[in-house]
């Protein structure tokens, strides 16, 4: 349903346009510079910038890809972004679900407020405590960190489903539990379903930022390189490639390839799924 | 009366495994933050001493934290009105595209995917290899060199490079509200006369109203606790004008043996944040449609 | 409640593959029970570049050789001076690791028994003295092994000073004039990193403030103050003068941006760390480039920074066969053949005694080192958030021009301010 300003004037659909086209030569430019570049021996990158290269010249790719260890680094990266959505999928809409279900008992609007607290939390606050937790804990390893992103994504979590299921009708769950439903099952086979919306919003959110997470990692999976996740083999590249910045942009492109495959695979259901969830949020 | 008993047993069980990782991971570690806030402990001795609110006098009287509160305040103003203007305008002009709607929005989204580590490096080596050509060709002295490089601008460009990322999932939201709007009320708009701007005043942005708040809330909170950007860009030079309070709060944990009082910096971060977000909330309530 | 139990069952499988698939990286990790006859040790190595990386790696392959016992897993970090702290902020010290052993945060974790005592070790005696003095502890201890020296220095490009007819100088009118002469010839004389001011601030401070260090570090206790100082005056002065003689986009240049350029041949000299060079030699191999000690208004003030490279310590509570493990390898780097290979490899000059440095063109600058009068880093006299705020207030002078006694009465408030007593 696009119910937008219908007969617009044709002053405003140019402006609209020209500001649209600005915006992708903004977003794209970098991501081009980004692509040519790669591709470059820093000789020829010194000539020209801007320009397209001579020649695809795959050596940077082959030098980065024998380097480290680049393919157990996305491996690392996929697993502890999968393991850590699937505890937000274990635990987010189930709390969510009993204290939206249960605002006016003491115990559930405690809860609430417990858990929404943590929003106005800065990260530096905890940022040590909990790398002394995880070590006593001898959690300094990816399990671990799926752990932690799972109990941190509950503020967030906690904030949009809770709203979301308080704007649901309840006539369906109570006509589920009138011919016999469990509270359990009610959420399973009804709750659930009709939460999805909101629950692959915040799928995506919580992905990306698993994902694309810097700190954590550096101070959780410091012990050993076959830890690392891709920010932190990017970053190091900083350090051992600053010099040769035709390499270090292989690098960024390297970093940026699998998020993006997957994205352009997914990116009609991630824009929908993310706009869907949004409206009633 | 068993039916209830496993009703509320079930409803209980459910929120146990989230209490215990909650409390576990989050809720304690921030009181042991709060707690070390009022010691002298350095970050690597054996032992400390509580020393009560000394770590907070020290703080108020100290320039530098002042200087970094404002370098952050400033931050904050600065991504807050680039990222609701532009998401709005984005939002706005998106919505209203009747060609390649999807595809453009896909490309909008882009920079959402990608981590802030190498999206700063991206716009690092922009702002070393791009700006200082242009600035030679069309002969503009402040352009010489890196903004980066320039107390007066650092600032804001570490600020570009942040909206540049962060105006992508407040677009979608926006959209997401502007298609909340019925679209009986444009037609009945319309045939009252009302001008575009009073539509959008008037229609529009009534409904617009809880979207707002929710972009506001997660902007001021990620202005507030920057550290990535200004971290990896400048590292909050050229003469601390980029020195946020995260790099300090950092910077004085790990590197400077100042660790109670990188607690205490980061409790009166949050002490901000909070009542920010309770007065914005307050008086977003007033108006809008739920 | 069919769908019930298969998705419980679902749940259980993929939390026991996630559990199973970590347990086993962890065991790999940290498990020294595995085989009781092999100990795994983690080596924390701060020092990212590539060559120097590569020098431990082959260093260590050699050691395993020889020790199939022991195997020992290299570790370098981003941001390892951070993650250090962290890891000994939360009691999970690496049984080996390397540190900077001449620097007050690693005193303090001598203080606090963290850190194992060398002292009695017989490589200990195999160590350059000079080099050696720096690093005792506050109980005149040792407890690190130092493995290499570093330096800051002019690196001077050998073919423009040749072609130029420009001789090394050894006074500071005659460095000037050797600057004024490239600017006439249209070469960038000095390219400096105003970006990463720190270290030209340490540098300069060192060759044109003799005993400046000492003044602050009184500044630091309470007892006077820099204003008014004739010889910070002198510094500040020279300072401001080296970059009228640099490069025009001085401010936005970090310290890696200045070694292209300088491994590109666009400046005749830039003042660099001893660990530029290894960056310089990959951006341009055929580079040919020496090094002299900034000088001073004369041969005898003319004083070199120089320090202690990171350096390696272990553990004071690694468990008993990690320590012994650690030990062994220490015994083993320390060795002259070994320290040799290590050097040659990374291009860190070693001071194991019995070994000689690779660069001849280098050379020069370790004979003044070791027979001329050297300072070492600020960071080990004065504490290093003091040293940081200092590149900020000097970064401020030159950015907005303040005047030297300005910048003298800055430099007194910096340190005042953060100063803990």
């Known amino acids: 349903m696009n119910v937008s300003i219908r007969k617009e004037g044709l002053g405003w659909r140019i402006l609209r346009n020209i500001i649209l086209l600005i915006g992708i030569i903004i977003i794209l430019g970098p991501m081009y510079l980004v692509i040519i570049n790669s591709f470059k021996t820093l000789e020829e990158a010194g000539k020209g910038f801007f320009s397209f290269p001579k020649a695809l010249n795959f050596s940077n790719y082959a030098e980065l890809l024998s380097k480290g260890n680049y393919w157990r680094v996305v491996w690392n990266t996929a697993l502890i972004t999968v393991g850590s959505v699937f505890i ?183 824009i929908a799924g993310l706009t869907e969830g949004a409206i009633k949020g | 009366m068993i039916g209830k008993f496993l009703e509320r047993s079930t409803y209980f069980l459910f929120t146990v495994p989230a209490i215990i990782l909650y409390t576990l991971f989050f809720a304690y570690a921030v009181i042991v933050g709060i707690q070390y806030s009022f010691t002298d402990w350095n970050g690597i001795s054996s032992s400390y001493n509580y020393v009560g609110f000394s770590n907070y006098v020290e703080l108020w009287n100290n320039p530098n934290f002042r200087d970094s509160l404002l370098v952050t305040g400033k931050y904050a103003v600065m991504l807050v009105a680039g990222v609701m203007s532009l998401s709005l305008i984005l939002a706005l002009s998106l919505n ?178 909070a009542v920010l977000s309770f007065i914005q909330i307050k008086l977003t309530r007033k108006g809008g449609v739920h | 409640m069919k769908r019930t139990a298969k998705l419980s069952v679902t749940a259980m499988l993929l939390m026991s593959i996630i559990l199973t698939a970590c347990g086993k990286e962890d065991a790999a990790e940290n498990g020294n029970a595995s085989k009781s006859d092999v100990v795994k040790i983690e080596f924390f190595q701060q020092q990212g570049e590539e060559a ?169 206790n309470g007892e006077g103050q820099v204003e008014g100082n004739q010889v910070f005056l002198e510094f500040a002065k020279k300072l401001k003068e080296l970059t009228q003689y640099a490069n025009k986009d001085a401010f936005g240049v970090s310290a890696q941006m200045m070694q292209e350029a300088f491994a590109n041949g666009q400046a005749a000299m830039i003042i660099s760390g001893s660990y530029g060079r290894g960056n310089i030699k990959l951006a341009n191999p055929n580079l040919k480039f020496g090094a002299f000690p900034l000088p001073n208004d004369t041969v005898d003030t003319t004083t070199a920074l120089s320090g202690v490279n990171a350096s390696l310590s272990i553990s004071a509570k690694a468990k008993p066969e990690e320590k012994e493990a650690a030990l062994t390898f220490l015994k083993y780097i320390a060795r002259p053949e070994v320290a040799q290979k290590w050097s040659d490899l990374s291009g860190e000059p070693s001071i194991i005694k019995g070994t000689t440095y690779g660069d001849q063109y280098l050379q020069p600058i370790l004979d003044f080192i070791d027979n001329g009068r050297v300072h070492d880093w600020m960071s080990s006299t004065l504490q290093s958030a003091i040293v940081t705020e200092l590149y900020s207030t000097t970064q401020g002078y030159l950015i907005n021009n303040e005047t030297p006694e300005q910048y003298l009465k800055n430099i007194d408030e910096t340190i005042k301010l953060n100063a803990v007593k």
């Open chain 1, 88 to 270: 937000v999928l274990v635990i987010n809409p189930t709390v969510s679900y009993a204290i939206a279900r249960n605002r006016h008992k003491k115990y559930y609007k405690f809860l609430y407020l417990y858990i929404l607290l943590g929003l106005f939390v800065p990260f530096q606050v905890i940022m040590l405590p909990l790398t002394k937790i995880m070590t006593n804990m001898n959690l300094l390893n990816p399990f671990g960190l799926i752990l932690l992103y799972g109990a941190l994504s509950l503020t967030r979590g906690v904030f949009l489903l809770v709203n979301y299921i308080e704007g649901m009708p309840t006539e369906i769950e109570e006509a589920a539990r009138i011919d016999g439903c469990s509270t359990f099952q009610i959420y399973y086979l009804v709750t659930l379903r009709l939460i999805m919306p909101m629950l692959v919003t915040l799928i995506i959110m919580d992905s990306l930022w698993f994902w694309n997470d810097f700190m954590l990692p550096l101070l959780i999976l410091n012990k050993a390189k076959e830890f690392w996740t891709l920010p932190l083999f990017q970053y190091n590249f900083k350090t051992e490639y600053s010099f040769n910045y035709t390499m270090a942009f292989t690098s960024y492109l390297m970093a940026m390839l699998p998020i993006i495959v997957i994205y352009a695979a997914g990116q009609k259901y991630i």
């Open chain 2, 96 to 273: 209203s595209l009747k060609k390649l709607q999807t595809f453009t929005k896909s490309i909008y989204f882009v920079p959402a995917i990608i981590s802030a580590v190498t999206i700063s490096l991206i716009w690092d080596q922009i702002f070393v290899r791009v700006i200082p050509p242009i600035g030679q060709a069309l002969n503009i002295m402040e352009l010489f060199q890196s903004p980066l490089a320039h107390p007066k601008y650092a600032l804001f460009a570490v600020v570009i490079v942040n909206i540049w990322q962060a105006v992508a999932l407040p677009t979608l939201i926006f959209i997401a509200g502007l298609q909340s709007v019925p679209s009986e009320l444009y037609e009945a708009g319309r045939i009252d006369g009302a001008s575009t701007f009073n539509r959008f005043r008037y229609i529009t942005f009534p409904f617009l109203i809880p979207t707002i708040t929710v972009n506001m809330v997660l902007a001021i909170k990620s202005g507030i606790t920057s550290f990535d950007y200004a971290y990896t860009l400048t590292g909050g030079g050229p003469i601390k004008s980029t020195n946020v309070i995260g790099i300090m709060i950092y910077n004085d944990a790990f590197q400077n043996l100042k660790f109670a009082m990188a607690n205490a910096e980061s409790v009166i971060l949050f002490i901000v944040i």
């Open chain 3, 52 to 220: 120097i990386q590569n020098a431990y790696h082959e260093i260590i392959a050699d050691f395993t050789k020889e020790n199939p016992n022991i195997v020992i897993n290299m570790n370098t970090v981003p941001d390892p001076v951070k993650v250090l702290t962290s890891r000994f902020a939360t009691n999970d010290i690496p049984p080996l690791f390397t540190d900077f052993p001449t620097q007050l945060q690693f005193k303090e974790k001598v203080k606090n028994g963290y850190i194992e005592n060398l002292s009695d070790q017989p490589f200990i005696k195999d160590v350059n003295e000079k080099y050696l003095d720096m690093t005792a502890a506050d109980d005149g201890g040792y407890y690190s092994l130092p493995y290499a020296r570093n330096y800051m220095a002019v690196y001077y490009n050998i073919d423009l000073f040749e072609q130029n007819n420009v001789n090394i100088p050894t006074t500071y009118a005659e460095f000037i004039e050797a600057c004024k002469l490239f600017q006439s010839k249209g070469i960038t004389p000095l390219y400096l990193p105003l970006k990463d001011v720190g270290h030209i601030f340490q540098a300069t401070n060192i060759a044109f403030a003799p005993g400046g260090v000492e003044e602050m570090v009184k500044v630091a």
